[in-house]
């Protein structure tokens, strides 16, 4: 029911937003004639471009959508995150437009400020109308009076929920409990009795809403309640704290009647999210291998027979997605020397005497592993993803870290979210390694096309600008 709410929400907000985008467009169509820069030719087809402005704003509901529970709470940086995405999805219609009729008579300065005074009027529309269309919609007899049955623990535990879906019309009326401590305990809703009372509490109270917040021992109790409350008119919401119970965030999933838990969000099943991916990792390593690294190749080497002469590429066996071995490509940074697996097993270090001048260079700038790009365009590694270990790391990292093997879900990357947040190098203490993997498996359960440009960027900027941690 709340989720309808929402719902609701969003699709209203998407219609009046979608009309103030139109209005603007119509309204500075009408009035450039006014001002002594902006011009529109008179053969410009401005229904179609009308067109192409509700389409845009159209196919960036979806954007909307993303917010879920929060969005009647949105905070400036959300609605300029909204506004901008929006503002895109209209831009890229109009100049799909534009192109396609081949259309010279549309004034690019028109297209430009009223892009500009379109972002402008949606940035405060994104801020302040989904609060203002909640008070509106779910005030006095859209309230929705709420009793709650179960021990004041678990009461606790939705505190914060419920002051954020005030806003949605949910207004508490006390508790039932069959603790005789929660009955002598102060609390901000009343203490109403216990369930026997639930038929005479839900008539007094007008109550529309009944939230279990745990099933009672009992089978019989529980259908009693629910028996009650639909004699009664009233919802029910039955408060999963399974989570609670496994110490573990859990993810409902429906699949054709059947009603399943997992443990986290995975976008990259997704088989359209995965051709994304891949484009996205074509796009970038294929000019790099073509046009970048046959120019650097040439200059390590040449470095290399000064300072360490042997071979151009170092190659080594890492665990790859769902722990598939393969063999990755960097430049040597470290003097020539027989196979020995303990010494390679080591990680470097700052001040490593393996580590050969120029090798020093090229770690720390994070040329070194420009190789990879050629790993990308084989399949087996991502522009974005988790750093991969050596297997013998993956085993000790596996033992010391919770989850840390979800990591294989995705394809390993050359730069990752970790890395990016000051989390590369050496790992000298547990509490590093924690950290590196927590963002790691955040990035594995949160990816996105848009997060994988902005970790590609931040690096860019940490390959021009190292970190202390580079070595």
Known sequence: MISYRLR??????????????????ITYASSVKFLPVVDVSPNVNLPGYLL??????IASTRLLNAYGSRFHRLTWVDAARITTRQVICVALFIFALMFALKDRNLSRLFVGTYLCLCWALLLFFNQGLPRLLSRIAFQKAHKLPTLFIGSSTQRTRLRTWLAKNEALGIQPVGFLSETSEDSRREGEFPFLGSTQNLRDVVREKSVAQVILLELPESLTQIREIIAICQDSGCRVLIYNNLGDQLQHPLIPISEEGHHFYTLQEEPLEDPLNRILKRIYDIAVSLPVVLFILP?????VWFLQRLQAPGRLFF??????????????YKFRSMYAASYNAD????????GDKRIYPFGVFLRRSSLDEFP????????????????????VHDEEFARLTKAYRTRFFVKPGITGLAQTQGYRGEIVDQQLLHKRIHFDLQYVTSWSVWLDIQITMKTLKQVIFTPPSAY
Request: charged share 15%.
């Open 315 to 328: 190659t080594q066996a890492r665990v790859g997605q769902r722990g598939r071995p393969f063999s990755i």
């Open 372 to 391: 990879q790009f050629i790993n990308v365009l084989k399949g087996e590694m991502s522009i974005v993803g988790p750093r991969p270990h050596l297997a």
């Open 8 to 25: 609701g929400l969003v699709n209203l907000h998407a219609g009046i937003t979608m009309a103030v985008a139109g209005s603007l467009f």
């Open 343 to 350: 010494v390679e097993a080591r990680q470097a270090s700052k």
């Open 295 to 299: 120019g650097l190749c040439a200059w």
């Open 52 to 57: 192409c402005v509700v389409a845009g704003m």
